[in-house]
């Protein structure tokens, strides 16, 4: 089997398979300009590998991240990474989601019972038991008489320690929502660069195809010349 054919690149002077050949013309101008930037000698009629292509898209798209925020952060260099490693950032995302301590996961049933109708239910049913097992069973004289001085302290007590509980649920609460944005962010931003990639290899596509058409029609227009020369020339003989 004959190998594959070949080709040496014009940007680099490496030399690639002959499928990854790109042309400088399908090239848009803001990368072509980039490219120039690294390799004046570089031109439209030149040839460059389409990985080395991918990584002045890369190149091109960082420097657009750098002059509309400044500076990449931390997020944008891992969607970066990601998109040039052509990785799922999903996957990377659930990957870091750190288990619940047991402290965690008791503040959370707790918060989510202190915040539900079977808690108020149940509280009420509790009071009301008392109040008449105090106030009218045992005719005022159990263990906790009017004005329910045992009473109000138990419920103190559990409201002093219920608040701080609930503020614990609540500050993971909002930590898990900037998780969650940033996350979201980072997906955002993965999406709208690679739509813009995908863009690129749209118009490098759509301009080969192009070119290939009007070679197609050079020959077609070749092949008609050559017909139309032996038809003048056989009318000549006759």
């Known amino acids: 089997m004959p190998p594959a054919p070949t080709f040496i690149s014009d940007c680099s002077g490496r030399e690639f398979p002959e499928a990854d050949r790109i042309s400088g013309r399908t090239i848009r101008q803001p990368i072509l300009e980039l490219i120039q930037k690294d390799q004046p000698h570089f031109s439209e009629d030149d040839y460059l590998a389409l990985t080395e292509l991918n990584e002045y898209r890369r190149k091109y798209i960082q420097n657009y991240l750098l002059k509309e925020v400044g500076q990449l952060s931390e997020l944008e260099q891992t969607v970066l990474s990601n998109l040039q490693a052509q990785a799922t950032l999903t996957d990377k995302l659930e990957d870091d989601v750190e ?91 993965k999406s709208e660069l690679e739509i813009r990639m995908l863009h690129e290899k749209l118009d490098h596509l759509i301009m080969h195809q192009q070119q290939d058409m009007l070679e197609i029609q050079q020959i077609q227009v070749e092949i008609m010349n050559d017909i139309l020369t032996k038809i003048e020339g056989s009318k000549l003989v006759t």
């Open 99 to 189: 288990p619940l301590t047991l402290g965690q996961r008791l503040a959370d049933g707790m918060a989510s019972f202190g915040g539900s109708w079977t808690f108020i239910l149940s509280f009420l049913f509790f009071l009301l038991c008392w109040i008449v097992l105090n106030g009218f069973w045992m005719a005022n004289r159990g263990f906790d008489p009017y004005p329910f001085i045992l009473l109000n302290l138990l419920l103190s007590c559990v409201a002093a320690m219920q608040a701080p509980i609930i503020m614990m649920s609540q500050n993971r609460q909002e930590d898990k929502d900037r998780q969650r944005a940033r996350k979201d962010y980072m997906i955002n931003l």
